[in-house]
């Protein structure tokens, strides 16, 4: 009879995975040194680690587990929309974490099942793992992480990672055959915007654009870095655009389901106008990092990103965002007429 681990990997790649590898859990036990690491290289960032330290101590919850199948899913297949390129990051354009509409999520369901109908225990975290991920597909010799802090595999680095705790022993680890990056090469951390990646396999996560427009950035309009995100609305690409190993890696061939229809919305001016209902209902389902209320936080990114980009038809709603329901778009919208010296401070004093 077939092994339990080859049986698994098979239907993986039945299902549509680039790769699938099994790895028991000690091998996860270096996670722990990483997440210290980082911490002692920029100790601004003890807290935002801090909440990262339940993936290195997952058998609290799961004192079950006894192997991890970890798995790679490609993005680089898939058309970008021309309304959103270079605005909002390719990782969060095509997740398929939650959106049962994506072949992608329905393939994640299809082999849990399958699993548990081989007789395994198993249990996932769809949204943000239930271990380390890049650490574990290393591990399990899928790819490598580079300079630039990304998993990469054969894909380059816009592959999704996702694993599954079984209570079985295995093990599937493939022989990497990866180059490493140059010693010599810095095109990322010198391309990085904000100076957050501030060495090779290091950065200041508070500092990065991705955190900044997505986790974090609950005070924009006060935010000194913000003057440094160029065009960027919701997340960052650029490090990982610059670096050499990522050259011909996107295809662009496939449309991602719905997203055409979507991206029209997603422009700095139809983020101004959009209303709470059509964020709760289209927009914030995908783009899970912000919150059912936190349509504001959408409008200030989109402000931010005027501010940096300036045109005069950008004025009119500017000016209006001035007399905005949500104080942080307001506070926003004052500063950016203060900086273009938009209108007269007459009329700007009926918005403060």
């Known amino acids: 009879m077939e092994q339990i681990e080859k049986l698994i990997q098979r239907k993986a790649l039945e299902l549509g995975y680039e790769k699938c590898g099994i790895i028991p859990v000690h091998l ?24 990262k330290q339940h993936l290195a101590h997952f058998e609290k919850e799961f004192p079950w587990a006894k192997s991890v199948v970890v798995l790679t899913v490609p993005q680089t297949q898939y058309k970008v929309p021309e309304a959103v390129g270079g605005h909002i990051a ?71 990672l996702e694993a ?11 022989k990497p055959r990866f180059t490493p990056c140059p010693k010599n090469c810095d095109r990322c951390i010198k391309a990085c915007p904000t100076s957050s990646l501030c060495d090779a396999y290091t950065m200041n996560p508070l500092r990065c654009v991705s955190f900044l427009t997505t986790f974090s950035g609950r005070d924009l309009p ?18 990982q655009e610059v670096c050499p190993m ?67 038809h950008f004025e009119q709603i500017i000016l209006e965002a001035c007399g905005s329901s949500f104080e942080k778009v307001r506070e926003m919208a004052v500063a ?5 010296e938009i209108h007269v401070e007459k009329e700007l004093a009926s918005y403060e």
């Open 90 to 160: 390719k990782s969060y354009l095509f997740d398929s974490r939650v959106d049962e509409q994506t072949k992608e999520h329905q393939h994640s369901l299809s082999l849990e099942a399958y699993m548990k109908e081989l007789g395994l225990r198993v249990s996932t975290e769809r949204k943000y793992g239930i271990v380390g991920l890049r650490w574990a597909a290393m591990q399990a010799g899928l790819g490598i992480i580079r300079r630039n802090n990304f998993f990469y595999s054969e894909s380059g680095s816009w592959v999704r």
């Open 164 to 174: 599954f705790l079984t209570d079985r022993d295995m093990e599937l680890i493939e």
């Open 28 to 51: 996860l036990e270096g996670y722990k040194e990483k997440l210290n690491e980082r911490v002692q290289k920029v100790a601004e960032s003890e807290a935002f680690y801090k909440g």
């Open 222 to 239: 006060q935010e000194p870095l913000a003057a440094d995100f160029g065009e960027w609305i919701y997340g960052c690409d650029i490090c």
């Open 246 to 312: 990522n050259h011909g890696k996107w295809t662009g061939s496939e449309e991602f389901p719905g997203l055409t229809e979507l991206a029209p919305s997603l422009t700095v001016e139809t983020i101004m106008k959009m209303d709470e209902e059509f964020y709760r209902q289209k927009v914030q389902p995908k783009f899970f990092y912000l919150t059912p209320d936190e349509l504001w936080k959408w409008q200030v990114n989109a402000l931010n990103y005027m501010n940096n980009n300036y045109q005069e």
């Open 336 to 340: 950016i007429c203060k900086s273009h």
